[in-house]
C-alpha cells in the first residue's frame, strides 16, 4: 500500500524559511511528485511538480520556492524562502504515477496523498 509521509512544517517568522520532506514508501519508484496547499476556506491549491526527469512546474514561480526529489530515497522535498503570512497553509504531499513493483508498470488511475503539514507564517 502506498503511503505518503510529509514532515518540516512548522512555525516561522516571516522572511524565514522552511523545508517540507515527502516520503513515499509502498512504491520504489513515482513519476510525478508534487506540493499542495490549502489555505483556510479556500480550496487545495498547486504549489509546485516534479516529474520523473526532474522537470519542475510551479503554480506562481516567484522563485521562493523550489522543488526538487531525491530517486533513491523515493522523497520530493519543497524548499521555501523569504515566507509570507499569505503562505500559512496545510500543505500535501501528492504523487502520480506510481510503479508497481511486480508488474514493473506505473498505475495513474489513483491520485495518492499525504495527510499534510501545518505551516504557519507569523508577521
Do not use: H
Request: proline share 2%; glycine share 14%; net charge negative.
Amino acid at each position: 500500500q502506498v503511503q505518503l509521509v510529509e514532515s518540516g512544517g512548522g512555525l516561522v517568522e516571516s522572511g524565514g524559511s522552511l523545508r517540507l520532506s515527502c516520503e513515499v514508501y509502498g512504491t520504489s519508484t513515482i513519476d510525478v511528485g508534487g506540493w499542495y496547499r490549502q489555505l483556510s476556506g479556500k480550496e487545495r491549491e498547486l504549489v509546485a511538480t516534479i516529474d520523473g526527469g526532474g522537470r519542475t512546474k510551479f503554480a506562481e514561480p516567484t522563485g521562493r520556492f523550489t522543488i526538487s526529489r531525491d530517486n533513491a530515497k523515493n522523497a520530493v522535498y519543497l524548499q521555501m524562502n523569504n515566507l509570507k503570512p499569505e503562505d500559512t497553509a496545510v500543505y500535501y504531499c501528492g504523487v502520480y504515477g506510481v510503479k508497481d513493483d511486480d508488474t514493473g508498470y506505473f498505475d495513474y488511475r489513483v491520485d495518492y496523498w499525504g495527510k499534510g503539514t501545518l505551516v504557519t507564517v507569523s508577521s
